[in-house]
């Protein structure tokens, strides 16, 4: 799909500046998901966006901007800024004193505009990725998504350790939970049949709990596969979903405790 | 023109009203978790800087702030003990009132002696697993922070 003409630069940077309207904001992140290099150049938009902002917060207040106009409007002008200050003053206040983080207002946002339910699942058949059936079911005591980005077996083999542990540990309390290692980057190179070290400790891991899923992120297989020809073949019983990032989002706003490790 | 000047006035005045109040209380109480696995000292000391500066910001009275130490975070406790500036920090910060747990698994797994071998780790510093203390935390509220 060529999302160039149907996005302008424009048009991204509204959304990125939070201008959309909800319809709108959810048709471009289905684009983004769908196309790799429209999400690149909302990347691109937003990095901008954020160093604009903090080169913004950095500038001293505004006022002296009044000195420049002619004598006769100055008191006009601070009668006005007075005004607005007012308002803008009071609006301030009761804004922040509101406390109501700004994660809140996040969390709303991309809960319009990301439902769990758009997301192509591969193996749909998979229940335990079925995240509508389990994420209301009360007999869960706990979920862990654990987040795998490093190619580095040093690394992998300590994070497989803590899973033994973590496994192990609710196992022994009689603890009902679901736990979930979301691999993606580098990474995936631990789930790939021809490059991880750990096949067996894997292997051994999903035969002994049946709660705990490998998932493997699809934009990182499709990025493989675009830049360097590789195709990933997964070990036996890794799911994959349509992206890490995206699915570590979903689990938190579904009550995912989030471990990086 | 003094109307104008005291228009102004009320206007700061309005802006002094309406935002100390909102900037005193901008942090209220908060429930936070840090989270330590690596061996780095110089990532360890930014951690602790990071802590810090979190209680600076925020107060200590305001904080519930727990570190959890699993893996190779432990080298962290073991470092205090020949780096004065490390334990330095790390005692500073529990005179704050910072909790530091450290994992069971890890001190098994590593064969580790915590009274000889850590800076200043007693028996109630120990949790079962330090990834599921994490997860636990969280599930009370606490925010995730990975420095």
Same mark, same amino acid.
């Given at each position: 799909?060529?999302?160039?003409?149907?996005?302008?630069?424009?048009?991204?940077?509204?959304?990125?500046?939070?201008?959309?309207?909800?319809?709108?904001?959810?048709?471009?992140?289905?684009?983004?998901?769908?196309?790799?290099?429209?999400?690149?150049?909302?990347?691109?938009?937003?990095?901008?966006?954020?160093?604009?902002?903090?080169?913004?917060?950095?500038?001293?207040?505004?006022?002296?901007?009044?000195?420049?106009?002619?004598?006769?409007?100055?008191?006009?002008?601070?009668?006005?800024?007075?005004?607005?200050?007012?308002?803008?003053?009071?609006?301030?206040?009761?804004?922040?004193?509101?406390?109501?983080?700004?994660?809140?207002?996040?969390?709303?946002?991309?809960?319009?505009?990301?439902?769990?339910?758009?997301?192509?699942?591969?193996?749909? /058949?998979?229940?335990?990725?079925?995240?509508?059936?389990?994420?209301?079911?009360?007999?869960?005591?706990?979920?862990?998504?654990?987040?795998?980005?490093?190619?580095?077996?040093?690394?992998?083999?300590?994070?497989?350790?803590?899973?033994?542990?973590?496994?192990?540990?609710?196992?022994?309390?009689?603890?009902?939970?679901?736990?979930?290692?979301?691999?993606?980057?580098?990474?995936?190179?631990?789930?790939?049949?021809?490059?991880?070290?750990?096949? /067996?400790?894997?292997?051994?891991?999903?035969?002994?709990?049946?709660?705990?899923?490998?998932?493997?992120? /699809?934009?990182?297989?499709?990025?493989?596969?675009?830049?360097?020809?590789?195709?990933?073949?997964?070990?036996?019983?890794?799911?994959?979903?349509?992206?890490?990032?995206?699915?570590?989002?979903?689990?938190?706003?579904?009550?995912?405790?989030?471990?990086?490790? | 023109?003094?109307?104008?000047?005291?228009?102004?006035?009320?206007?700061? !005045?309005?802006?002094?009203?309406?935002?100390?109040?909102?900037?005193?209380?901008?942090?209220?109480?908060?429930?936070?978790?840090?989270?330590?696995?690596?061996?780095?000292?110089?990532?360890?000391?930014?951690?602790?800087?990071?802590?810090?500066?979190?209680?600076?910001?925020?107060?200590?009275?305001?904080?519930?702030?727990?570190?959890?130490?699993?893996?190779? =975070?432990?080298?962290?406790?073991?470092?205090?003990?020949?780096?004065?500036?490390?334990?330095?920090?790390?005692?500073? !910060?529990?005179?704050? =009132?910072?909790?530091?747990?450290?994992?069971?698994?890890? !001190?098994?797994?590593?064969?580790?002696?915590?009274?000889?071998?850590?800076?200043?780790?007693?028996?109630?510093?120990?949790?079962?697993?330090?990834?599921?203390?994490?997860?636990? !935390?969280?599930?009370?509220?606490?925010?995730?922070?990975?420095?």
């Amino acid at each position: 799909m060529k999302h160039e003409d149907q996005f302008s630069d424009e048009y991204l940077n509204a959304f990125v500046d939070d201008q959309l309207t909800p319809e709108e904001r959810t048709q471009v992140y289905e684009a983004i998901n769908n196309d790799s290099e429209l999400n690149q150049r909302v990347c691109e938009l937003r990095k901008l966006h954020d160093l604009v902002q903090m080169s913004y917060e950095r500038l001293p207040p505004m006022s002296s901007s009044i000195d420049s106009a002619p004598i006769s409007r100055r008191y006009w002008a601070i009668g006005i800024a007075a005004g607005l200050a007012l308002v803008l003053g009071v609006l301030l206040g009761w804004g922040l004193a509101g406390d109501k983080p700004a994660r809140a207002t996040i969390a709303q946002i991309t809960q319009q505009t990301i439902p769990g339910n758009i997301v192509p699942v591969i193996s749909s /058949k998979d229940e335990f990725l079925r995240g509508k059936g389990f994420a209301s079911d009360k007999k869960i005591q706990v979920k862990v998504l654990i987040h795998l980005n490093t190619g580095n077996p040093g690394r992998f083999k300590e994070a497989l350790n803590d899973v033994r542990g973590l496994m192990h540990y609710y196992r022994s309390k009689n603890i009902n939970a679901r736990v979930e290692i979301v691999a993606n980057g580098k990474g995936l190179s631990m789930l790939r049949v021809d490059t991880t070290p750990f096949a /067996k400790e894997i292997k051994q891991l999903q035969a002994e709990y049946k709660n705990l899923r490998f998932v493997a992120c /699809k934009n990182t297989i499709d990025r493989l596969a675009r830049e360097k020809g590789i195709i990933a073949r997964l070990l036996p019983g890794v799911v994959v979903i349509d992206s890490g990032v995206v699915q570590i989002m979903r689990r938190q706003q579904q009550g995912w405790a989030y471990i990086q490790v | 023109m003094k109307k104008l000047i005291a228009i102004a006035m009320i206007g700061i !005045l309005a802006i002094a009203v309406g935002i100390s109040p909102a900037m005193a209380g901008k942090y209220k109480k908060q429930k936070v978790v840090y989270h330590i696995n690596y061996d780095n000292p110089k990532r360890q000391n930014g951690a602790l800087r990071n802590i810090q500066n979190h209680i600076n910001a925020v107060r200590a009275k305001n904080l519930d702030l727990r570190v959890i130490i699993h893996g190779k =975070g432990y080298t962290m406790l073991k470092h205090a003990n020949t780096d004065a500036n490390m334990a330095g920090r790390i005692d500073n !910060l529990k005179s704050q =009132g910072v909790k530091f747990n450290i994992c069971n698994n890890t !001190l098994r797994g590593k064969k580790i002696d915590y009274k000889k071998d850590l800076h200043d780790v007693s028996k109630e510093d120990i949790v079962p697993s330090g990834v599921a203390e994490l997860a636990y !935390l969280q599930a009370k509220g606490y925010a995730y922070i990975k420095p």
